[in-house]
């Protein structure tokens, strides 16, 4: 049977239009279109109903993305049964002498996958993993020797839930979970997803603005840092500079950012998960960026623009596993948020261009904020007569819509 994918691609082939004038039919950038057609993500049935009726289809787009749709659910329900039913087998067959590496599997694939997975899905996957768990730990079947890597599965687990529900925009539910995951790896007698928990903790306090908050969680995290292991040093001294910078202090703020580009250097062993719980140096410059855009622009905005800018060249030609999407989004927001601060209105409107076509579904609670601070800038009096300016407001406001 014909998927949405291939005959979206077969229709648009034989109509003779360009990328550009689908995109335009389908009120989408060429970019969505292009990863519809290749299948990479699902499109919307909106556009499955627009495409149709730009492309002649008569009807069968819809229909195809409506079995697509169904396989989609099946799948998940399927999925979700069979690992219920080999919980259930492992429960049965291995007792006492179960293997963890299953679940850390995974965990570290949930880690990975939550890169460019809308959040809600993540969630439902992280508590199953959570649940099987804290369900060996509770029954005692497991090795004794499996109990730390249990809680430090757990905690991770833990931490998935934090930053989904974050990016939903909940963070109290987000600060219980990540103290989960805090109790966890001190069960565990584990430093790194310890560190890890006080940089994400300060991150949930910065949501809500408690900057003070947010510092006192990083200095406890450095107690977890040291001897050149993982990235949690560089990443809390760039989570320092954010709470600097949003208390207004530029000195220190760059001062934290270059100690974290020393500390970079220091590392002699790896973080042991990656995805979620690693610190790419593409995330380092997007965390550097995010934070001097605080400032009051000049250096400050010169060196933001930069490191957005680095960030997003990272992603987009570095591999897939380190690819944040949703960070990748922001990082062009912050971007723009630069350039405004340096009166480059337009090429503003250049780096805000791909978020401002994304479906509701990928608009996370910090894209919604930080595009409102642009918004604003923008409808400062001294951008009244400007037209670029104007409409990109008005595309903004749009997009909340």
């Known amino acids: 049977m014909t998927t ?9 082939d034989e109509s003779g239009m360009s990328l550009s004038e689908l995109a335009a039919h389908l009120h989408y950038d060429r970019s969505a279109v292009h990863h519809w057609k290749t299948g990479r993500r699902t499109a919307p049935r909106v556009v499955a109903e627009r495409a149709d009726a730009a492309l002649g289809g008569d009807g069968e787009l819809v229909e195809a993305w409506v079995r697509d749709d169904e396989r989609r659910r099946q799948e998940a329900a399927l999925h979700r049964v069979r690992a219920a039913a080999a919980a259930m087998s492992r429960d049965l067959c ?28 993540m969630t439902e996957r992280a508590h199953v993993l959570r649940t099987e768990a804290l369900e060996r730990i509770r029954s005692g079947h497991y090795r004794r020797a499996d109990r730390s890597d249990l809680y430090v599965a757990a905690g991770r687990a833990s931490g998935v839930l934090a930053y989904a529900v974050l990016d939903m925009g909940d963070p109290e539910e987000a600060l219980l979970h990540a103290s989960a995951a805090g109790e966890c790896a001190a069960r565990a007698g584990d430093a790194e997803l310890g560190a890890w928990v006080a940089g994400t903790k300060s991150l949930i306090s910065r949501f809500q603005g408690d900057y003070g908050q947010a510092l006192t969680f990083i200095r406890e995290g450095y107690q977890f840092v040291g001897a050149g292991h993982g990235t949690g040093e560089a990443r809390l001294l760039c989570g320092e500079a954010q709470c ?14 270059n100690a974290a580009e020393n500390a970079r250097e220091r590392i002699r062993r790896g973080d042991s998960l990656e995805g979620l719980f690693g610190f790419s140096r593409a995330k ?12 009051d ?11 957005a800018s680095s960030a997003i060249a990272q992603w987009q030609g570095g591999p897939t596993s380190e690819r944040s999407l949703d960070d990748e989004h922001l990082a062009h927001i912050y971007l723009a948020t ?39 800038m923008l409808s400062a009096p001294r951008y009244a007569g400007n037209r670029t300016a104007i409409e990109t407001v008005e595309s903004i406001n749009a997009l909340a819509a």
Not at 297 to 307: L, M, Q, S, V
């Open 244 to 257: 600097l910078a949003n208390l207004g202090d530029s000195r220190a703020a760059n001062a934290a950012l």
């Open 284 to 295: 380092q410059a997007y965390y550097a960026g995010s934070s001097l855009i605080w400032l």
């Open 4 to 12: 949405f994918p291939e005959l979206l691609s077969a229709l648009h």
């Open 338 to 376: 630069a350039r405004v601060q340096l009166d480059d209105v337009e090429g503003a409107a250049d780096a805000i261009g791909p978020v401002l076509s994304l479906p509701v579904e990928e608009q996370i609670s910090w894209i919604v904020k930080r595009m409102d601070r642009l918004s604003g």
């Open 297 to 307: 622009g000049g250096h400050d905005a010169e060196r933001a623009a930069r490191e």
């Open 94 to 121: 291995a007792l006492s002498s179960f293997d963890t590496a299953e679940l850390e599997d995974g965990v570290a694939a949930t880690a990975v996958d939550y890169l460019s997975t809308p959040p809600s899905q």
